[in-house]
């Protein structure tokens, strides 16, 4: 599963400043379109962590109480489904060190993100 993500989270808060400071100086002139395309992407990449994050923490909780709960066996298809699809797409997320192909990646769990 996802971790360590207060360090990535501060490692792009520094980046955010750095770019904003790049923005300000006089000698940015040509570089401001590329300076603005790096904002977009690192807030992008903050938000998609944000709520991968917040899905993965929802999810421990509700894997916690799946065995309390009786589903029918076409919802029990269903959720193992989707759990199993989840769970790759977080095991996958956690063994690639290049955050922004990841937060690039194409996943069915991208719903959650388009809000």
Do not use: Y
């Amino acid at each position: 599963m996802l971790s360590n993500l207060d360090k990535i989270f501060v490692e792009m808060g520094d980046h955010q400043m750095n770019l904003e400071i790049l923005q300000t100086n006089q000698s940015a002139g040509s570089f401001l379109d590329e300076i603005s395309k790096w904002q977009t992407t690192l807030q992008h990449i903050e938000g998609v962590l944000q709520q991968w994050n917040h899905v993965q923490q929802l999810w421990l909780q509700i894997d916690c109480l799946t065995p309390l709960i009786q589903f029918d066996q076409q919802t029990n298809l269903i959720f193992s489904k989707v759990d199993k699809d989840f769970r790759a797409l977080m095991i996958s997320l956690a063994n690639n060190n290049n955050v922004l192909k990841c937060c690039q990646k194409k996943s069915k769990f991208c719903f959650v993100l388009s809000n």
